[in-house]
């Protein structure tokens, strides 16, 4: 099992930038696909961003594909989500998320195992 723990949540004008970080325990991080969603009021929970076990390779919703970058650090057991020119429809609580590999196409969206507790971003128009 693995846990995750999310940070670097807050409020933010349009345009700025915030980073989220997901800290993750168990010795099993590096086993794990991450990825990252979100869900906004009344709204189902909707992809955003994945990474591969080894950081290899990258899938993005295209509502953020090209302001959002994803990226994890194996030996700080910690994956981020770097968020530029951020607009108030990114206004939700973000979720971190580990996926067990299982072989599948990675240019589909994960299908998460375990998740963390969710951080709010919200950004002001």
């Known amino acids: 099992q693995v846990q995750l723990v999310e940070s670097g949540g807050g409020l933010t004008q349009a345009g700025g930038s915030l980073r989220l970080s997901c800290a993750a325990s168990g010795r099993t991080f590096s086993s794990y696909n991450m990825g990252w969603f979100r869900q906004a009021p009344g709204k189902e929970r909707e992809f955003v961003a994945q990474i591969s076990v080894s950081g290899g390779s990258t899938y993005y919703a295209d509502s953020v594909k090209g302001r959002f970058t994803i990226s994890r650090d194996n030996a700080k057991n910690t994956v981020y989500l770097q968020m530029n020119n951020v607009k108030p429809e990114d206004t939700a609580v973000y979720y971190c998320?580990?996926?067990?590999?299982?072989?599948?196409?990675?240019?589909?969206?994960?299908?998460?195992?375990?998740w963390g507790q969710g951080t709010q971003v919200t950004v002001s128009s």
């Open positions: 998320a580990a996926e067990i590999p299982w072989g599948g196409d990675p240019s589909t969206p994960m299908e998460p195992d375990y």
